[in-house]
């Protein structure tokens, strides 16, 4: 066969083995929240219609989208978020029971330039409820966020709560024009990044008149506790009704959350600036902050009580969040918050020679059906040192040995790799001994 | 928001809840089969260069891969299978211990004609001994076949087992050219279909010799138990090392097949016209039969001592096998092998009226602390008949109800929604009742 040059497409990654155990660690202990909190599982297409996409995610998932031509003739696309797709899914499927609570854990692709922590493959854990507009589906899914970021060992991070109803007060407010608002969300948008000063400058240079900027940003620096934004905020956008429904659809969330043992006051911080870039949000929205490492937001999402309708041809309020896995993996990572579980064998049947592969298998099979994960060395038997090293390089921590004396007086040897300790056994003991080795805290490895 | 028709491209599919949990299960059991042997996850983009599948799998792939220019002007595809990616990764990483057994459950994507249980993305689990030439790593992919099956309550299936060193030496005997060695294996591939007269005309229009036909006739007809098989080919093949090499690969294969407590004479049926599409195999194939429902081969694999090597640049011979998640569903479902566990909540809790959230929503918390997988109902509070309905149509098993006055007496109602009994509890007990009804087998229901 031609030799072939072994490369991989920008931007993407292999998981080998050892990547791998911590991010089914991770994804698994996610979906264990999910599960507790009553959101099943589905799955959608890696392609779509690529029209199912046009008009929904905003101007970014256009020209993010890997989007081609199929041989069917179809403009197609692989799946930009999770989102659009549920909206989808509901919308062919009417009979579901609402609300319908629903995650889904899975790649999504954009054709982002790669650098750190950003990748053109990537995968999302969302959780969304469908058909509720209560406060209380709102809060359940920050305690969602809340839980499964704790379940994962972070401790420091703050979930920044705004409303898309107060932001669009907000722009009322200030006296922009209606076209003009959109513009005013993109520029406070980079508050955190560019400061008041670079707001000023960029709502200027957008055409905002001055006296205009000057109420945005009298808003926007509103400085206190979540309630003490929120009275202010209340208190300025008062002749507004819908940003004083904005502003109330906040406080209620934060009322519910204790209800959740999600402290409120210490994990969710108002920030009348967030606006989130996706075009659908009509509600509350939210993002996760973390200090360090510099990733980004790990978590975002909000309410939208339009897209899922605008598939279903009927009205179906939609709240939901994505947490990033590939971010929440990299804080994991640089704070060392957990170790991964070791995903591969137990145990490691070495095999003595050729008229020893029977044996070894038979031992193997035996401890297999204990339920030891157990692996047979199955390079060229004989030569023990060589298999004693692969058991270390896969941190296998168990290994047995049997010669043939041994198998005479129906015994093998049953090693710690760590510490080298060996002792014989009776052969009809292995899957006893070997379990109560896994199991034992003291001298075995676990 | 505009309203848009909700399409799915044909070929593709959703998984909704109740389809997902069987799906799981299923990989989830090959999962742990998988682990149970040492094979170790991992994960490859679901995007590749072309170029990296160009040549490897047939001239089949290149029509049937999805392929693409991207925005870089890359030359991408759809990975059409797990395999060569597998080549890909070994040859970019050669500080793998070898052997390196991993497995991979993921989708691939082929423009298929879509039609019963033939999809254009559909799901592989597979399994791979990198690195190996030893018959007990051949023997080890064949018993992890059969365990997946036995699993999953297959009881009626058949490993159909060939070589293609046995298939090029056959070709030889018959006298047919190197040329002409492909239309032999590609007629004979359809004996099962088109009958031995189907063949032998197949082989007389790709313009076999009469005189050959016969004798590839002669050899794929041999009748009887495996060994009594295997024995005539030898003999027929005798003076063709290459063959009876293969003929000595598949004796070695069934005498280890008993060591891994898998009953070769039952299981596995040697078959002389077994070829299996793909071209990189070089050593045993395998496919699994089973008779009913008619959904083809479940799994199928073989030896490919070439592919991998041809992107490391050094000889790692390889044994592995797919097996094919959606057909093998197929004949689970049809046959009612086994049931999907339940993945939703395990409890409801209602909403008496909007006084009651947050009573509602801290009796779900203590819940879920528990590890009850709890459901709060998030559609307007009140009417506790549409919430019971919910219930139901979620085959939720249990439900709470509180209204003002068992609250006062903190208290609540379990009811049991299969046989609609109810009792009051204790508030503070509601935890370790709701645990022991889910747990009980009496009365309330698992």
Same mark, same amino acid.
């Given at each position: 066969?031609?030799?072939?040059?072994?490369?991989?497409?920008?931007?993407?990654?292999?998981?080998?083995?050892?990547?791998?155990?911590?991010?089914?660690?991770?994804?698994?202990?996610?979906? /264990?929240?999910?599960?507790?909190? =009553?959101?099943?599982?589905?799955?959608?297409?890696?392609?779509?219609?690529?029209?199912?996409?046009?008009?929904?995610?905003?101007?970014?998932?256009?020209?993010?989208?890997?989007?081609?031509?199929?041989?069917?003739?179809?403009?197609?696309?692989?799946?930009? %978020?999770?989102?659009? *797709?549920?909206?989808?899914?509901?919308?062919?499927?009417?009979?579901?029971?609402?609300?319908?609570?629903?995650?889904?854990?899975?790649?999504?692709?954009?054709?982002?330039? *790669? /650098?750190?922590?950003?990748?053109?493959?990537?995968?999302?854990?969302?959780?969304?409820?469908?058909?509720?507009?209560?406060?209380?589906?709102?809060?359940?899914?920050? !305690?969602?966020?809340?839980?499964?970021?704790?379940?994962?060992?972070?401790?420091?991070?703050?979930?920044?709560?705004?409303?898309?109803?107060?932001?669009?007060?907000?722009?009322?407010?200030?006296?922009?024009?209606?076209?003009?608002?959109?513009?005013?969300?993109?520029? &406070?948008?980079?508050?955190?990044?560019?400061?008041?000063? =670079?707001?000023?400058?960029?709502?200027?240079?957008?055409?905002?008149?001055?006296?205009?900027? #000057?109420?945005?940003?009298?808003?926007?620096?509103?400085?206190?506790?979540?309630?003490?934004?929120?009275?202010?905020?209340?208190?300025?956008?008062?002749?507004?009704?819908?940003?004083?429904?904005?502003?109330?659809?906040?406080?209620?969330?934060?009322?519910?959350?204790?209800?959740?043992?999600?402290?409120?006051?210490?994990?969710?911080?108002?920030?009348?600036?967030?606006? @989130? =870039?996706?075009?659908?949000?009509?509600?509350?929205?939210?993002?996760?902050?973390?200090?360090? *490492?510099?990733?980004?937001?790990?978590?975002?999402?909000?309410?939208?009580?339009?897209?899922?309708?605008?598939?279903?041809?009927?009205?179906?309020?939609?709240?939901?969040?994505?947490?990033?896995?590939?971010? &929440?993996?990299?804080?994991?990572?640089?704070?060392?918050?957990?170790?991964?579980?070791?995903?591969? !064998?137990?145990?490691?049947?070495?095999?003595?020679?050729? #008229?020893?592969? !029977?044996?070894?298998?038979?031992?193997? =099979?035996?401890?297999? @059906?204990?339920?030891?994960?157990?692996?047979?060395?199955?390079?060229?038997?004989?030569?023990?040192?060589?298999?004693?090293?692969?058991? %270390?390089?896969?941190?296998?921590?168990?290994?047995?040995?049997?010669?043939?004396?041994? @198998?005479?007086?129906?015994?093998?040897?049953?090693?710690?790799?760590?510490?080298?300790?060996?002792?014989?056994? *009776?052969?009809?003991?292995?899957?006893?001994?070997?379990?109560?080795?896994?199991?034992?805290?003291?001298?075995?490895?676990?």
């Amino acid at each position: 066969m031609a030799r072939t040059s072994a490369q991989r497409l920008k931007g993407f990654r292999d998981f080998l083995p050892e990547a791998m155990a911590l991010r089914r660690h991770v994804m698994g202990t996610f979906e /264990q929240v999910f599960q507790r909190y =009553g959101f099943l599982p589905w799955e959608t297409p890696s392609l779509e219609l690529a029209e199912t996409f046009d008009g929904k995610t905003g101007q970014e998932a256009q020209t993010l989208m890997y989007r081609f031509t199929d041989r069917g003739d179809r403009e197609v696309g692989l799946r930009y %978020d999770l989102t659009v *797709p549920l909206a989808r899914v509901i919308g062919m499927h009417p009979d579901l029971p609402m609300p319908f609570k629903r995650y889904h854990i899975a790649p999504v692709w954009r054709y982002e330039r *790669p /650098q750190r922590g950003r990748f053109r493959e990537f995968w999302q854990c969302d959780v969304d409820t469908v058909g509720s507009s209560e406060p209380s589906a709102d809060a359940e899914i920050l !305690a969602v966020v809340s839980e499964c970021l704790d379940a994962v060992g972070f401790s420091e991070y703050r979930i920044v709560l705004n409303n898309r109803k107060t932001l669009s007060a907000l722009a009322r407010f200030s006296g922009a024009s209606p076209e003009q608002a959109v513009d005013v969300y993109r520029s &406070i948008d980079k508050l955190g990044k560019i400061g008041v000063e =670079g707001v000023r400058e960029e709502m200027l240079g957008r055409g905002l008149p001055p006296e205009a900027a #000057n109420r945005v940003l009298e808003l926007i620096s509103i400085q206190g506790e979540s309630s003490e934004i929120l009275d202010a905020l209340e208190k300025y956008l008062t002749d507004d009704p819908e940003g004083v429904t904005g502003v109330r659809e906040m406080r209620s969330v934060l009322d519910l959350l204790p209800c959740f043992a999600v402290d409120s006051s210490r994990r969710v911080v108002v920030d009348p600036s967030l606006a @989130r =870039g996706l075009d659908y949000y009509t509600g509350i929205v939210f993002e996760t902050e973390v200090d360090e *490492p510099k990733v980004g937001s790990v978590t975002g999402g909000g309410r939208y009580d339009e897209l899922v309708g605008s598939f279903a041809g009927r009205s179906l309020p939609t709240v939901g969040t994505a947490l990033g896995l590939e971010r &929440i993996l990299e804080v994991i990572a640089e704070l060392h918050l957990i170790d991964a579980p070791n995903a591969g !064998a137990d145990v490691l049947v070495t095999v003595f020679d050729e #008229n020893s592969v !029977a044996f070894s298998l038979q031992l193997a =099979g035996d401890l297999r @059906r204990a339920g030891v994960r157990t692996e047979v060395y199955l390079g060229p038997p004989g030569n023990l040192r060589r298999q004693l090293g692969h058991a %270390d390089k896969l941190h296998i921590p168990l290994t047995l040995l049997a010669g043939p004396d041994e @198998r005479a007086r129906d015994e093998v040897t049953l090693r710690d790799m760590a510490s080298g300790e060996q002792r014989s056994i *009776p052969r009809q003991e292995v899957a006893r001994q070997v379990l109560a080795a896994l199991h034992s805290s003291e001298g075995m490895p676990v």
